[in-house]
């Protein structure tokens, strides 16, 4: 069993940066990969962002290469996205997610969730 909280949304600006933190406890955090994901209303939970366990590789989706960045700290059992150059099209509610899987894209492919963050981006 792993606990995964989200913490860091809220209302920006676009163009503006905001940092998300993804606390877990539970289990060996550092033995798993870990991802972001984001949900806006309406739409299907789409993947963001993964990280390996050892923190060496990341893999992004196309539409945040270059504006997001995904970390951790295995010490902390925190995983962090890093968001600049927000847009409005960034708006959703942000997950993040452990799995056994690298790389991982589909939701199915990870097996513990938090309970999201809402990042809200206005022009």
């Known amino acids: 069993q792993v606990q995964l909280v989200e913490s860091g949304g809220g209302l920006v600006q676009a163009g503006e940066s905001l940092r998300l933190s993804c606390a877990a406890s539970?289990?060996?955090?550092?033995?798993?990969?870990m991802g972001w994901f984001r949900q806006a209303p309406g739409k299907e939970r789409e993947f963001v962002a993964e990280?390996?366990?050892?923190?060496?590789?990341?893999y992004y989706t196309d539409s945040v290469k270059g504006r997001f960045t995904i970390s951790r700290d295995n010490a902390k059992n925190t995983v962090y996205l890093e968001m600049n150059s927000l847009k409005r099209e960034d708006t959703a509610n942000y997950y993040c997610?452990?799995?056994?899987?690298?790389?991982?894209?589909?939701?199915?492919?990870?097996?513990?969730w938090g309970q999201g963050t809402q990042v809200t981006v206005s022009s």
């Open positions: 539970g289990r060996t955090f550092s033995s798993y990969h």
């Open positions: 997610a452990s799995s056994p899987l690298y790389v991982a894209t589909k939701a199915s492919d990870y097996d513990y």
């Open positions: 990280i390996h366990w050892s923190g060496s590789l990341t």
